[in-house]
């Protein structure tokens, strides 16, 4: 099974890599910068810091292994607290009542519709947990209060006043690896030149002590957790979903191209791979394309986001020196037990 680009020059196909003292091509205005911007969106370096200090321990960017977006998980009618699930869920402050940020109605598939984001970086969020299959289901603006101040008020009937209920920025229902059982986990999105803020560090132990009672973990997301690569692959691989009514009806065929793609051989572009397994299966090249996303939504695949998803992006996966940029990791088994 092989695929090549004949486009490609044979420069590109020869090129290797060198070490060389007195490297000065990552210095400012160098190409080595410029392709630095490219892929990060960032003029100047950014030293990505290591997770937050996180009091109930859990983050999801430290979940390790591959998981599979499955139907096996059923996801409780309310949660713990009483809040319905998604498919009855409404945002307890909309995204009209943002008085920062660039907010927005974005559609989810994993938030059943529309879900309300108060700013741009909630909305990275939201693409991140569309794209992550261990996140089964997101709630936005999730309202919560302080139970004594809700027992006083209940002994006097009286009703809570609007500013004693906060709203979370996301609580997302996570499957947990091996079993059929499910795990809840708030987040808030913040920048991290604000993390400093009194009154935001307030919020958070307000936030964190208030969901632990039932049971539920919680992280703050900033800028810095993810790239605008990442975001802008994220965006393409859902547009790649566009129209897609039932993802669980293409399940199989997307494992199907997954595992073509585990198997090619050969160089070329990100377009004529695609191009080449849609063929394979007897599908044109939008299907493909659709086939793309969706393996990547059910984690049939997995992306390296160190390259930006383009059709030009090269592949090379000859026999010797297999590199594929985006990298690509197929589960073995569609539907099978997630590794921890």
């Known amino acids: 099974m092989e695929f090549s680009n004949k486009n490609a020059s044979a420069n590109e196909r020869n090129t290797s890599s060198q070490t060389r003292f007195g490297d000065v091509s990552l210095l400012p205005g160098s190409i080595g910068d410029a392709r630095r911007i490219r892929e990060t969106g960032e003029l100047n370096p950014i030293v990505r810091p290591p997770t937050l200090p996180n009091p109930t321990g859990y983050n999801l960017q430290d979940q390790l292994g591959r998981f599979v977006l499955s139907d096996r998980f059923l996801i409780p009618e309310f949660d713990p607290r009483g809040n319905p699930s998604a498919t009855k869920y409404e945002s307890w402050r909309k995204a009209n009542h943002s008085k920062i940020g660039t907010p927005s109605n974005t559609y989810s598939i994993k938030g059943q519709g529309m879900v309300a984001c108060h700013s741009n970086l909630e909305r990275m969020f939201l693409s991140y947990c569309e794209m992550n299959p261990l996140v089964l289901e997101v709630r936005s603006q999730y309202p919560e209060w302080d139970r004594n101040k809700s027992a006083i008020a209940l002994a006097a009937n009286k009703s809570l006043l609007k500013t004693d209920i906060m709203s979370i920025d996301f609580v997302l229902t996570l499957q947990v690896p091996r079993s059929n059982r499910v795990h809840y986990h708030a987040v808030s999105c913040k920048p991290f030149s604000m993390l400093t803020k009194l ?37 393409r691989l859902l547009q790649f979903m566009l129209h897609t009514e039932n993802v669980s009806d293409h399940a199989h065929e997307a494992y199907q191209f997954s595992q073509l793609i585990l198997k090619a051989k050969g160089d070329g572009d990100l377009d004529g791979l695609i191009i080449w397994a849609a063929a394979k299966m007897g599908r044109n090249r939008d299907y493909g394309y659709k086939l793309f996303g969706i393996a990547h939504f059910l984690g049939y695949m997995v992306c390296d986001h160190s390259v930006e998803l383009l059709p030009e992006t090269r592949v090379n996966l000859t026999k010797n020196d297999r590199h594929f940029l985006p990298r690509f990791n197929p589960i073995q088994l569609p539907g099978a037990q997630n590794e921890t």
């Open 199 to 235: 009154d935001v560090i307030r919020r958070h132990e307000r936030e964190i002590s208030t969901v632990g009672l039932w049971g539920c973990t919680h992280q703050i997301f900033t800028d810095r957790c993810i790239t605008r690569v990442q975001d802008r692959n994220n965006q």
